[in-house]
């Protein structure tokens, strides 16, 4: 059997890694700067990590949401107090597409509604609502694509507002990343989240904040849509959840309580995946990842802007874009192969990074010495 895979392939061969560092089965060191595309969290093979779902596999690794599972009720907890949403309910999933395609359902079943709002650039993930509110037609399959998505222009208050004002008794919800990973590194305004809460209030429409690559503390705010100071109604998440362990999450108001029984599935909130994120929160509050995630990201993001070359930087704490002009295009696949560094792209020409939280400046500061050799 031959295996097939969408992505371009590195040939590669890693083995070992640890914190930010991945050896190759030759010895050969590598800086990962984009943890597997914002999925580790705390660093590889972290010894606290390493020994939740070590000793949780001692104990019972699975059974099914027909019994009660203690551990769920411990990460629903921590996530509340790591997090600041403690009004919150908790329902556990697999992964981000997952935890979207959740939020979309329950917000339907909640006001009884067909339509949603998504953005230009959106990314939810490949399953059949989460991949219909995807900003990219050629993903969504002909029995996915569906009417009942609108898709506005990002940042755009005067369309939002008018789409309120024509069909705002008919949207189910809206759907945004507080920043675009997918799309290329692109913060919604905070003028834009707050109309976004504003009009969904007014139209009894649920706001869904799509934390999946943004969330868990990346952007050094837990939810990076918590910068404009509004409260989401539902919060998704995943990638960074479980570190490299599969897990997703939507964290719901109070409110929506009774739409929740109708949401299931068989792996969600499994031992060791609760084992896994409960670790990865003690890991992030017991070593102050989300102000390192602050004061790290600003470092670099102030000292990017310093590069003449770069034409802009986005984002916000660990989780940022470097526009380059098209012609250096190559210099990502350079810092791979010559600086042995993994980083992440949107455009060809827009390198992202999403390091783990705990990053050191020191670490900052060899990407930075890299990246100025490659744009020498
Ligand atoms: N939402 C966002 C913002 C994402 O970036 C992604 C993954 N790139 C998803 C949803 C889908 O997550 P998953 O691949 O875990 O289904």
Redo the contacts with the bound molecule.
């Keep these: 059997m031959d295996l097939f895979n969408v992505y371009p392939i590195n040939p590669i061969n890693i083995v070992r890694a640890e914190g930010s560092t991945i050896w190759d089965v030759d010895g050969n060191e590598y800086l990962d700067l984009y943890g597997g595309?914002?999925v580790i969290s705390i660093g590889h093979t972290h010894p606290r990590y390493v020994e939740a779902l070590t000793s949780q596999l001692n104990k019972i690794g699975f059974y099914s949401n027909s019994i009660e599972i203690p551990i769920q009720k411990q990460l629903a907890r921590r996530l509340g107090e790591v997090s600041g949403k403690v009004e919150y309910t908790l329902f556990l999933c697999n992964?981000?597409?997952?935890?979207?395609e959740n939020a979309l359902k329950l917000a339907s079943f909640h006001n009884g509604r067909k339509k949603v709002v998504a953005f230009s650039k959106?990314?939810?993930?490949?399953?059949s609502l989460?991949v219909a509110a995807t900003d990219n037609p050629a993903i969504v399959a002909p029995v996915n694509a569906t009417d009942n998505i609108v898709f506005l222009p990002f940042n755009d208050e005067a369309a939002l507002r008018h789409t309120f004002a024509t069909i705002g008794d008919e949207i189910s919800s809206v759907i945004i990343?507080g920043i675009?990973?997918?799309g290329g590194i692109r913060e919604a305004s905070a003028g834009f989240l707050r109309l976004i809460r504003q009009l969904c209030d007014q139209h009894h429409s649920v706001f869904i904040a799509?934390?999946?690559?943004?969330g868990y503390g990346r952007t050094g705010d837990f939810f990076s849509h918590d910068y404009a100071g509004v409260q989401a109604d539902i919060y998704?998440m995943?990638?960074g959840m479980g570190n490299g362990f599969?897990i997703?999450g939507i964290a719901i108001a109070p409110q929506f309580k009774a739409s929740f029984g109708l949401l299931g599935t068989t792996f969600g909130g499994n031992h060791l995946a609760c084992a896994a994120a409960v670790a990865v929160l003690d890991v992030i509050e017991s070593e102050n990842l989300l102000e390192n995630a602050r004061t790290v990201g600003n470092y670099l993001i102030h000292e990017l802007n310093k590069f003449d070359k770069v034409k802009e930087v986005r984002g916000r704490g660990l989780m940022i874009g470097i526009e380059l002009p098209e012609e250096l295009a190559q210099v990502k696949k350079d810092l791979l192969i010559k600086n042995k560094i993994f980083t992440g792209e949107a455009k060809p020409n827009v390198i992202r990074i999403l390091p783990a939280l705990n990053i050191t400046k020191e670490i900052a500061d060899r990407f930075l010495t890299a990246l100025d050799e490659r744009l020498k």
């Design positions: 595309h914002a992964s981000g597409a997952e935890a979207n959106s990314f939810h993930g490949r399953t989460a990343e675009q990973g997918v799509d934390s999946v690559q943004c998704t995943a990638k599969p997703g």
